[in-house]
């Protein structure tokens, strides 16, 4: 991490810590789900009541915005000087 | 305990010797003046109320409770941290103008009377449209324009139904007034703007952005925070608030995906959060208008935070496009560290400030049976993770390493965002230091074991997500673009409509005037052919005709004399 240090990979550039963070994340996951079979949470809603329902919700939402706002992009995307040719047209 | 003054008085102090001095002076007068704003504070009473009778008006310039209070607090500590974060700036624009927009928003929140409001409304407007054009480039002068319409579109329309409000009940007090009321929709408008309402907000996405590297650390800290300040005093409970927050915490989230600038995406995630605020609000309980207001607080700290990085990264780049960043944790370890915390805290991960805010309202919709709702803000929650929470540092300090030279950001800037991260952790962490100043009473708990287990579960599997989306390849890249939003309705639509319009009326016009030009040149003819030098009236008479003429003349004299 030295600030000169251009060449060498940083430490986040590493495959191999790349990956270990990877598996600290499925443990993680791993755990949250079993800890939701264990424990009683109060629920309040019905869909609260389906077992790891915010698991399910997290992913799906989070894929889900992302595919969306893919095909957001076909519609509205446009080149940068969209505005600018604009601009120069109408002046 | 100092002597009672108005709390704007400080940095209109300030930004006054600010313009006359300059150097390590100015640096001290301009970091006092929140400081000593701040200690003034700390001694005022709730209920303090100064009155001003005006002919027949009742002004109330300075009103003290725990709802202006607490803004006051945020507001204070807000401009304490932008000022600290600007002051290697040599531009007296930008610290004048700071200061007095930093002061107006102060003013604003403890205006007991509609006209005060009105006239810091405008001063803030006025004012932090000058951090736009400070970036004095081509391109900010056209945006600071269009920034401003929208303020002043803003104050008039709170001027207008000030006035009829005024007219109707006879009284300018600010407190809640209601969609019932006569005027009442007029400043509901006007509030909305302000809060970046669907369809009214590109003032925010297109206005931020463009602003100086400081100059948008300020913007994001003040006019959105008084504006939800104003709608939570004027109309709590007001229902289409509910499904407008709603919608305002959906929306912006898809354009934030796609979005390049960096700072444009953390402006649309700006109104993602003033979704939850504007929903809260909406509900109107005790519960909602605290986690409302409690979330305005810590929005100014953590989204401030994310902008200061941002303004870091673009300071010592020159960029901020995703496109054109990545791999600057090896040269900015510190900004990278504290944007991570800003995104941690956006995010609303368990132990820090949006966490305890948010929920409030999340809770607050499932008491009140809004379960439709609650399913879209958790969706919106979701949402947020990508964006802000790993998006933004994502691209700006990790990714394909451009190589870019760099280095860390200088060291007020630093400080400036330490501080900001450090009150993100201690809110979280001891929830009652803030929760003892929220103006509602509602008991509230935010770590109870579902809280932060259903918390946890659904940002680590919505992190999850992110990882499978790109390993599988199925991640959006990068890439330099515009994206349409709805100011295209007045960037282009308005402007092609025009022109069509014009060309239209051009066409017709020539049509007209073809019929109409042979029938004027006919006369033209006609008449030079009579008048004209050769026409026969003007031709000139010879001496011999008169004379004849007048023989004529004088033997009907005759004859009627005879007869």
Request: include cysteine; proline fraction near 4%.
């Amino acid at each position: 991490m030295q600030p000169s240090d251009n060449d060498n990979p940083g430490w986040a550039d590493r495959p191999e810590v790349q990956q270990r963070i990877r598996y600290l994340l499925y443990f993680i996951c791993g755990l949250l789900v079993v800890i939701d079979l264990l424990v009683n949470r109060h629920t309040y809603l019905p869909v609260e009541e389906i077992p790891a329902f915010y698991a399910f919700y997290g992913f799906a939402a989070l894929v889900g915005v992302v595919m969306l706002a893919k095909a957001l992009r076909n519609l509205v995307g446009r080149s940068e000087d969209y505005y600018q040719k604009d601009d120069d047209h109408a002046a | 305990m100092l002597p009672d003054f108005h709390p704007f008085l400080p940095f209109l102090i300030a930004a006054i010797l600010a313009a006359f001095t300059k150097g390590h002076l100015r640096s001290a007068i301009m970091l006092l003046a929140p400081v000593i704003g701040g200690l003034h504070l700390l001694g005022l009473e709730t209920g303090t109320v100064v009155e001003y009778q005006l002919m027949e008006l009742t002004l109330i310039p300075y009103r003290v409770d725990a709802l202006s209070l607490l803004f006051g607090y945020i507001f204070h500590i807000g401009a304490f941290i932008a000022v600290l974060y600007s002051i290697h700036l040599k531009d007296t624009l930008q610290h004048v103008t700071g200061l007095l927009y930093a002061g107006s928003a102060v003013g604003a929140v403890f205006a007991g009377d509609l006209f005060t409001l009105f006239v810091f409304w405008e001063i803030l407007g006025l004012s932090s449209a000058f951090l736009i054009w400070a970036a004095r480039d081509e391109r900010s002068v056209a945006i600071g324009i269009r920034y401003l319409v929208f303020q002043i579109l803003s104050g008039v329309l709170l001027m207008a139904g000030a006035l009829w409000f005024w007219l109707e009940t006879g009284s300018l007090e600010f407190g809640e007034i209601g969609l019932g009321v006569s005027g009442g929709l007029l400043i509901f408008f006007a509030f909305g703007i302000k809060c970046g309402f669907p369809f009214l907000h590109n003032w925010i996405t297109d206005g931020y952005p463009a602003a100086t590297a400081t100059g948008t650390v300020f913007l994001c800290c003040f006019t959105t925070k008084v504006a939800v300040y104003a709608m939570a005093r004027g109309f709590p409970g007001t229902e289409a608030l509910i499904y407008i927050g709603a919608f305002m915490a959906c929306y912006p989230i898809f354009f934030a995906v796609i979005e390049n600038d960096l700072r444009k995406v953390l402006a649309y995630s700006m109104i993602n959060q003033l979704g939850f605020m504007v929903c809260g609000i909406g509900i109107g309980t005790a519960l909602a208008l605290n986690g409302a207001v409690a979330h305005a607080f810590n929005d100014v700290l953590f989204k401030g935070l994310l902008f200061m990085s941002m303004g870091a990264v673009l300071y010592v780049t020159g960029r901020t496009k995703a496109s054109e960043l990545g791999g600057l944790y090896k040269k900015m370890p510190i900004t990278a560290t504290l944007c991570i915390v800003g995104a941690i805290t956006i995010s609303a991960f368990p132990l820090v400030s949006a966490f305890i805010s948010k929920s409030m309202v999340m809770s607050a919709l499932i008491e009140e049976g809004h379960g439709i709702v609650w399913m879209f803000m958790l969706f919106a929650s979701a949402g947020v993770l990508e964006h802000a929470g790993i998006k933004i540092p994502y691209f700006a300090f990790f990714a394909h390493d451009q190589n870019i030279p760099a280095r860390e950001a200088p060291r007020n800037m630093l400080a400036a965002m330490s501080i900001a991260a450090v009150l993100c952790v201690a809110i979280g962490v001891f929830p009652a230091m803030l929760y003892s100043i929220l103006p509602y009473d509602a008991d509230y708990h935010a770590y109870d074991m579902t809280h932060v287990l259903t918390q946890l579960q659904l940002l680590a599997f919505a992190i999850l997500g992110v990882v499978f989306l790109h390993r599988s390849g199925r991640y959006p890249a990068e890439v330099p673009s515009v994206n349409l939003d709805a100011e295209w309705v007045y960037r282009r639509l308005f402007p092609r409509i025009y022109h069509t319009l014009v060309r239209a009326l051009a066409a017709v016009g020539s049509f007209l005037r073809r019929p109409l030009d042979r029938w004027s040149l006919g006369l033209m003819m006609g008449l030079t052919r009579t008048h004209g030098p050769q026409g026969t009236l003007a031709r000139t008479w010879p001496t011999g005709s008169m004379v004849l003429w007048v023989a004529v003349l004088l033997l009907v004299y005759l004859l009627l004399d005879f007869l």
